[in-house]
């Protein structure tokens, strides 16, 4: 069992940069893959990217090239680089890691809080 805690949200005009960050009480070498996702209001939650536990990243396309994950093994954490935002990319971002519990490959995700991030025009 993990707990997962985003941080690093707040209000930035359009063209600026943000870092959000998730810590995880345990190793997040542990994690089959960690990602981010994000829910603007009404809308339904959408994956904005995620990383292996080898450290491939995958992102999507309207944030690819503009957004960057990466993880910390020393610190526990994963982070999420978001430069050049853009009104549309307002929403909660969550944190989410899976972990492979049998061999047919089935795993149990952990939630985040939720960070806001509101990008001004």
């Known amino acids: 069992q993990g707990q997962l805690v985003e941080s690093g949200g707040g209000l930035v005009q359009a063209g600026g940069s943000l870092r959000l960050s998730c810590a995880s009480s345990r190793s997040i070498s542990r994690f089959s893959s960690m990602s981010w996702y994000r829910q603007a209001p009404g809308k339904p939650r959408e994956l904005v990217a995620e990383?292996?536990?080898?450290?491939?990243?995958n992102y999507a396309d309207n944030v690819r090239g503009r957004f960057s994950v990466s993880k910390d093994y020393n610190k526990n954490t994963m982070y999420l680089q978001m430069n050049s935002l853009k009104p549309e990319d307002t929403a909660v971002y969550y944190c989410?890691?899976?972990?492979?519990?049998?061999?047919?490959?089935?795993?149990?995700?952990?939630w985040g809080q939720g960070t806001q991030v509101t990008v001004s025009s």
């Open positions: 989410n890691a899976a972990a492979t519990v049998n061999v047919e490959g089935a795993t149990v995700s952990f």
């Open positions: 990383i292996s536990g080898g450290g491939s990243a």
